[in-house]
Every structure is written in C-alpha cells, then in structure tokens.
C-alpha cells in the first residue's frame, strides 16, 4: 500500500501561496458550517517519525478559531491510560456535535514493534485489536462523526535527514529519541507494519488519505484540501438526508415500534418469581457473601482487574437496596456507582456511549451502574428518543463494547432485576403512602407501568440479542428482595473467586 507510493511530488513556493491562501479562507467558512449543522469532525495523523505531524496540525489550525477545536496528543502511554480499555482514552476524546479534534498519533499505534514490545497490550487484546479500532470508528461515523484519517508518509533517507537536522541542533535534539532512530534503522519492518495497518483499518466511511510528506508545501496543501472535501461532502450529504426524511415525515404517520427479530419465545416469561429466602438464610448467607466479596475486592486490585456491573430492571424492582448490599463490605476506594439518569446536554451532544466509557473502571477497580448503556434499546426506543434505525443498531454496538471491555480483562456482569405486575403495584403504593419513600415514585414510573408491555417485548429482544458468552445477562428473581440480594451477591462473588484463581 506505501510501495508504490510517489514520494518525489512538489509544489513550488509561489504556487502553494496562492492555494494554501484559498484554503485557508475555506476553513474558516467551513468550521462555521459545521458548527451551525452539529456535525462532529474526528481528524487522525499518523504516520513516521519526524514526517511533520505537530508542523501540519499547526497548519491547519492558524485558520481556525481555537474555541472550536481540541488537539489531543497520543504518544506515551502513561499508567492511568495502561489501566483502562484500550479504547478508553480515544473514546474520551471524541468530538462532540459542531466540534473539531485533532489527533496527533492515535489508537491505532498500539500494535507498533515498540508497543508490542514493551506488551503494552495483554494477548486477547492483540488477536481483536483490529475488530475493535474497525467497530470503533464505524460506531462513530454511523452516529454521525466524520472521521478523516491521514497517513503522513516520507522516504527512509528523508527521515534520516530530518533526524540528523535537529540532533545537530542544541535545542531540538530532545526530540530525537532512540525509539526514532530505531525506526529509522528498521524502516522496512516498519513499512510492513503501517501497510498492514492502513490495509486492516481501512474503510468506506473512515478511509486513510496516504500524504506523500517529502515536500512541506505539496503535504500542506493536500492535507487542507483533503480536509475541506470532506468537510463539505458531509455537509451536502447531509442537507440531502434532511430533505429526503422531510418528504418521508410527510407522507407518513407516526409508527408503532417494531420487532428487532423477537425471540421465539418470551424469557422473562420462563422465570419463577416464587423463589424466597427465609429471614434467617437471607442474615447467614448476607454476612458469608459480603465478607468473601470484601477479601476478593482486595484480591482484585493485586491481580489488576476490572469489573463493570449493570443493574437494569423494572421500576421499583430493588436495584438501589441490591447495590447497597452489594458494596456495603467493598473498600469505597475501590468502587464507584454511576447512576444513570437523563442525559444532560454534553451527554446528547456525543455518541450516547460516550457517558458509559467515561466511567469505565480502572484496573483492579469496580464500576457498578444503576441502569446503563441499555436504556438505548429499552427507554430510548419505547420514548421515541432515538430513531427505530438507531436503537436496533445499537445491539451489536454494545455487544462490541462490551466485548472490547473483555478483550482487556474486564469481568462483566448484567443484572435484569425482574418482578411481576402485581408486586410493582404493591411497591408503588406502599413507596407513595410512606413519607420517607415518596421521593422515589414519579410521575414517570406512572407512565411506565401503562406502558409495561411494550417495555417487556423490549426486553425480551434485549435480553436475546445482547447475552454473549463473554457477558451474559441474569435474570435476578426479585419479587422476594431477600433472595435477589444473595443471588447477586453470590453470583459476582463466586465469578470472581474463579477468575481471580
């Protein structure tokens, strides 16, 4: 993919005034547009060693008002970032609506001879590295994010030159270090390596653009004009996208939600909710289970694992009281819950798994979640908050997530707390007529019930499409709370004695 690459292309200096002047005009236009239509720009260097990187981004940026950009460096992976997923801290990073990031290096640096090393990946990580960049940035584009990737690429003789350039300068020889130097000696293992790389990261909707950099000015002015074609391509595709859903509104009604491929059976209604423990079982087996899961939480942070918990249920189901139980022994250094709620306006100006993987949980820690990522495939469809295209997307979405999170060594555990009707209705009013429980029923859980049905066909799809072998859903017999909790409790407890052995 780079061998045939011409690498002898130049501009003259007069010539790249002129255009480089004209592109720039076109920048400043198109950060405005882009602003104004919410599209998220993601743009990616990559390339050699001393191909320019820092120069271009530069470049690109003295047309550009600052207040409506980010420019993230990926270089060395400090330990904070080593303790999370991989694509933890590209996730973090990516552009909200309206907004440009710039990535100088990137997540697909990971396989680099130096990384693999250095083992700064684990091996299960390796062999689904490209599966994960590949559903990473198709998560973005499909949400709405352009993601222009850009390829910087210089012959071996002049990287030489430019490394000789600054270590004989005093005060730009710190910028060579023996990594480049060994790049440079090893260029054809690295050609391989970034031509595979471009070759498996390759697609329609985040293709790389390969720079011929030998020349600055030819390098600067194909850089901005790639960007700015790509820039408007997005905008008129998606000018015409709202005149085509325009035509659709209006020759339709509103329709009713649809089935994803529903199971042929119901799961939810297989389950025996009649399973109750005795007060007596319930206080013996609650202090057995919280002690063991005290230890193991210790045992977890030595052995450097992480464990992400969603509670997902029915209004009222018990998932507070269970999480209480859950960390009532763990060291609080050790956990966080997140409760998920409405997202605020940051949160829907992102891909909407941007708010879970902020809180991914470091190495050797918990992240429990009091609903989670699943509210996309359960409230967001019933509600109308995203399109019916959007929720059936995000099946396989979070199972890549998910399987991402795995890759790393995360244990993972998806609790559907389940109680039937009647006992809902029994909780509902016993929390409406008891002054210290009022503030736990609304409006909305109101709603919800009149909508149970609806509710139950989605979580019975749910349930079938997003249980994998690497993260299964259990289904939590909750009509008794008692036996809910021990349930819980015994299940991540014995899951963890066996993966932490």
């Not at 400090?78 to 990535?103: D, H, Q």
């Not at 091996?123 to 584009?141: H, K």
């Not at 060579?176 to 060994?182: E, H, R, S, Y």
Request: hydrophobic share 35%; charged share 30%.
């Amino acid at each position: 993919m780079l061998e045939n690459v011409d690498l002898s292309k130049k501009l003259s200096n007069k010539k790249f005034r002129k255009e480089n002047r004209a592109l720039s005009k076109r920048m400043t236009a198109l950060q405005q547009s882009i602003k104004e239509q919410g599209i998220p720009v993601l743009i990616v260097f990559e390339g050699w060693s001393a191909a320019g990187k820092g120069t271009y981004i530069s470049k690109i940026l003295h047309s550009l008002d600052p207040r409506g950009y980010n420019v993230y460096t990926f270089s060395k992976i400090s330990e904070e970032i080593a303790m999370r997923p991989y694509l933890w801290n590209s996730w973090i990073k990516t552009p909200a609506k309206g907004r440009m990031a710039i990535f100088d290096r990137s997540w697909h640096r990971a396989l680099l001879p130096e990384s693999l090393d250095k083992r700064s990946l684990r091996e299960e990580e390796i062999l689904g590295f490209y599966d994960d960049v590949n559903a990473f940035e198709r998560q973005l584009t499909q949400d709405g994010t352009l993601v222009i990737k850009l390829f910087l690429h210089i012959s071996q003789n002049e990287q030489k030159e430019r490394f000789d350039n600054l270590l004989d300068n005093p005060e730009t020889e710190w910028r060579v270090d023996l990594t480049d130097i060994q790049q440079n000696y090893n260029y054809n293992k690295y050609l391989e390596y970034f031509g595979d790389m471009l070759r498996q990261s390759n697609s329609e909707n985040s293709a790389w653009k390969i720079i011929e950099a030998n020349d600055m000015n030819y390098a600067t002015v194909k850089i901005l004009k790639t960007i700015a074609d790509k820039i408007e391509e997005r905008i008129d595709a998606k000018s015409k996208a709202a005149i085509d859903a325009q035509a659709i509104c209006a020759d339709t009604n509103d329709v009713a939600i649809t089935s994803a491929n529903s199971p042929q059976t119901s799961i939810l209604d297989t389950v025996d909710l009649s399973k109750a423990l005795s007060k007596k079982d319930y206080q013996e087996q609650l202090v057995y289970y919280q002690d063991k899961l005290s230890r193991l939480g210790y045992k977890l942070y030595a052995k450097r694992r992480a464990v992400v918990i969603a509670y997902e249920g029915w209004d009222a189901a018990g998932k507070g009281g269970n999480i209480r139980r859950l960390t009532e022994y763990l060291d609080p250094r050790g956990y966080e819950v997140v409760p998920i709620s409405a997202p605020t306006n940051t949160e829907l100006s992102q891909h909407y798994l941007w708010r879970f993987w902020k809180s991914m949980p470091k190495d050797g820690h918990f992240s429990i979640f009091d609903r989670s990522w699943y509210g996309r495939v359960m409230v967001e469809r019933i509600e109308g908050f995203c399109t019916e295209d959007e929720w059936k997307r995000a099946y396989n979405e979070i199972n890549e997530m998910e399987l991402n999170l795995h890759n790393h060594g995360a244990i993972l555990f998806k609790f559907w707390l389940h109680i039937d009707k009647d006992e809902q209705l029994k909780r509902f009013n016993n929390r409406q007529s008891d002054p210290l429980k009022q503030h736990k029923i609304t409006d909305e859980d109101w709603r919800n019930r009149e909508r149970w049905n609806e509710y139950e066909t989605a979580v019975n799809e749910m349930l079938y499409h997003t249980s994998t072998d690497y993260a299964p859903w259990t289904i939590v017999e909750s009509n008794d709370k008692m036996y809910a909790r021990i349930r819980t409790l015994k299940l991540v407890s014995d899951t963890l004695e066996q993966e932490l052995l």
